[in-house]
């Protein structure tokens, strides 16, 4: 079965510094793979996906994700983190069967 | 508009009662799902439907049941014999799960807490 590792519950970073989101999946299979951001008491938004295409992925707000079948890895960065880049952001990974979510990562923004 | 609805946003609940959440979507799509939100442990799959009426059992369905009679509905009635209900519920539903189609949409959340 699949699975998703995101490193660190919480980061921090200042306002225009590059944020870096880590995940790790396993997956018997080609996975398919996802960012999602959550805004306090707010549902999922898709940030972007990876479905083999192409292994840097651009999404939505200036994020982008690469995705590394050797280091079994599909970190989240973003050159300049803006004061509304706060949020929670989570990880996914679906092998044609559930879709299976992290455990998530808080980033803050300090000004 | 195309997208997913919760209702209520935040409902109460007294020990010992079954409540219902509401999950509707117009995005036309067959597959729906019910996660549970705790802090710090991301979403938990409660329940599944991949077509009208047929469903599975997510890793944490004990306590829940579910309905799928219509495409665009997929409420969830968390019974008594859930011990510990109070959490952030949210729905979503895909086109095509396990192709390249397959990105769930997630509807805003209702918060349930027991009193």
């Not at chain 2, 710090?40 to 009679?69: C, H, M, P, T, W």
């Amino acid at each position: 079965a699949q699975s998703v590792t995101q490193l660190g519950s919480h980061v921090s970073v200042s306002e225009g510094a590059l944020v870096l989101l880590r995940c790790n999946y396993s997956s018997s299979v080609p996975p398919y793979l996802f960012w999602y951001v959550q805004y306090p008491n707010q549902g999922l938004q898709l940030l972007l996906k990876y479905t083999s295409a192409a292994t840097l992925v651009k999404g939505i707000n200036g994020f982008e994700a690469e995705f590394k079948k050797s280091e079994t890895s599909f970190h989240l960065t973003k050159p300049s983190a803006h004061m509304s880049d706060a949020a929670e952001y989570f990880c996914a990974v679906s092998d044609g069967g559930d879709m299976r979510f992290g455990a998530g990562t808080r980033l803050t923004v300090k000004p | 508009d195309g997208g997913i609805t919760q209702s209520p946003k935040y409902l109460f609940r007294k020990e010992g009662q079954n409540v219902t959440l509401s999950c509707e979507q117009n995005l036309n799509h067959d597959a729906m799902y019910w996660y549970r939100q705790d802090p710090g442990q991301g979403l938990r799959l409660i329940y599944y439907s991949q077509i009208v009426n047929d469903f599975q059992k997510g890793d944490i369905a004990e306590g829940y049941s579910v309905s799928r009679e219509k495409k665009e509905s997929f409420p969830l009635t968390v019974t008594s014999a859930q011990k510990n209900p109070t959490a952030f519920y949210l729905c979503a539903s895909s086109m095509d799960p396990g192709t390249s189609l397959d990105t769930q949409y997630f509807g805003p959340g209702t918060r349930l807490t027991v009193l």
